[in-house]
Nanobody, 126 residues
Framework: QVQLGESGGGLVRAGGSLRLSCAAS????????MGWFRQAPGKERECVAS??????????YYPNSVKGRFTISRDSAKNTVFLQMDSLKPEDTAVYYC?????????????????WGQGTQVTVSS
């Protein structure tokens, strides 16, 4: 069984940065993917980053809305995945979730992920 726990959310001004962390406990594999999703009130859950946990850097996916501003990375030794968020905008305000998928190809589709964290709030003020 895998458990995920996010941390690092908070309040930041537009243009600022935050780094979210997702610690995984339990069995993970380099054949799996980790994704970051967000959900704002009244909106659908959106994938903002996904990566393969392979040892050679891993494939990644970003939607156009965050490409160049968000970066997903990992510390394999600590079973932790990060989401570095720069140049934040008020529209980035949402609850952010990390998720683990038992597949090897990064994906934006929530149904590919079987394990989810509890979420952390990110609020960007204008």
């Amino acid at each position: 069984q895998v458990q995920l726990g996010e941390s690092g959310g908070g309040l930041v001004r537009a243009g600022g940065s935050l780094r979210l962390s997702c610690a995984a406990s339990g069995r993970t594999s380099s054949s799996y993917i980790m994704g970051w999703f967000r959900q704002a009130p009244g909106k659908e859950r959106e994938c903002v980053a996904s990566m393969n946990l392979g040892r050679r850097g891993g494939d990644t996916y970003y939607p156009n809305s965050v490409k160049g501003r968000f970066t997903i990375s990992r510390d394999s030794a600590k079973n932790t995945v990060f989401l570095q968020m720069d140049s934040l905008k008020p529209e980035d305000t949402a609850v952010y979730y990390c998720a683990l998928g038992l597949t090897s190809v990064p994906s934006a589709h929530a149904e590919r992920y079987g394990y989810w964290g509890q979420g952390t709030q990110v609020t960007v003020s204008s």
